[in-house]
Nanobody, 122 residues
Framework: VQLQAYGGGLVQAGGSLRLSCAAS????????MGWFRQAPGKERDFLAS????????YYADSVKGRFTISRDNAKNMVYLQMNSLKPEDTAVYYC????????????????WGQGTQVTVSS
């Protein structure tokens, strides 16, 4: 499974961005997906996850109510809609995949994409 995240960029505080992650292969509908981020000098943090069929999602408290994860199994895509962005959301954002049906923050993810930079200016 190969993952490629894109859609990052520079945005002002209060703005929105939608990140996309494209997955290769025919297994996508049987992959749980997650989004993570890593700011300079900090550990990688879990943000959100979504189950195989999209019916179950989990969010970190720091993004709950502002970020929304979704997926389109027909297109092998997963998305992260980010609203009300704050300067502290500045980081490299990663998508990841796992065979777990309904992954959460504790799940071990097997596949990782390259990151996409999100910078939020104040």
């Amino acid at each position: 499974v190969q993952l490629q995240a894109y859609g990052g960029g520079l945005v002002q505080a209060g703005g929105s961005l939608r990140l996309s992650c494209a997955a290769s292969g025919s297994r996508f509908s049987r992959l749980g997906m997650g989004w993570f981020r890593q700011a300079p000098g900090k550990e990688r943090d879990f943000l959100a996850s979504i189950s195989w069929g999209g019916s179950t999602t989990y969010y970190a408290d720091s993004v709950k109510g502002r970020f929304t994860i979704s997926r389109d199994n027909a297109k092998n895509m997963v998305y992260l809609q980010m609203n009300s962005l704050k300067p502290e959301d500045t980081a490299v954002y990663y998508c990841a995949a796992t065979s777990v049906v309904a992954p959460n923050s504790k799940t071990v993810y097997d596949y990782w994409g390259q990151g996409t930079q999100v910078t939020v200016s104040s």
